[in-house]
């Protein structure tokens, strides 16, 4: 890991240890969940909240949000693709929760599979 990249992970580590419980235990999870799910991902601080990248000069893919509401959401650079059935042309892009389960968790490494799996050159 370059020493960008250790900087990087401590911003968004230092981030989440500064938030109100129960939002720092529930971010703490996802992050734990995205970094197994995706390991090549970058952690980052992206528009003030930790987001996840290919790499320290890409733009982000992944962001989790603490404001209202803790929210998961794929940045507009990833790649979309109509949800189909009963959502059509709808492009899932965002995901609000309030605690994480086991099913929450595995939800969660799914997306982030997908996303990075989709932004893999082919």
Known sequence: MSSKDEKNLTQVTDKIAKMDEPARSTMQRVHEVIMAAAPSL????WYGMPAYAKSASTPALITLRNNERL??????????????????????????????????????????????DDAEPS
């Not at 970058?42 to 601080?45: C, E, H, M, N, V």
């Not at 507009?76 to 389960?101: C, H, I, N, T």
Request: charged share 25%; aromatic share 8%.
């Open 42 to 45: 970058k952690p980052r601080i």
């Open 71 to 116: 929210n998961l959401a794929i940045t507009e650079k990833a790649a979309f693709r109509a949800a189909g059935g009963a959502d059509g042309q709808l492009m899932p892009a965002a995901w609000y929760f309030e605690s994480v389960d086991d099913v929450t968790e595995s939800r969660i490494a799914e997306i982030v599979r997908s996303v990075v």
